[in-house]
């Protein structure tokens, strides 16, 4: 996969705090704002996951009486 040159402004005690973890990882800075990015999606993935997840718990009853049990569907269409 390709590079992309993003080009941001930040004020300047925050531009040296990124070099300075940066440089306690021994990574370029560069790398240091992937991590950071690659980690917030991350977090964000899993955060809709779980939501996902909690709102299907939750909603699961009116669905089945709606739409019928998903399971039973599948079964029913592979006969």
Known sequence: MGKKQLNVRVDE???EMARERAEAQGISMNQYIERLVQQDMGETGRAFVDAAAQFMKEYETAFVAEFG????AARG???
Request: charged share 50%.
């Open 13 to 15: 005690s925050t531009a």
């Open 69 to 72: 049990d998903a399971d039973e």
């Open 77 to 79: 269409a592979r006969r």
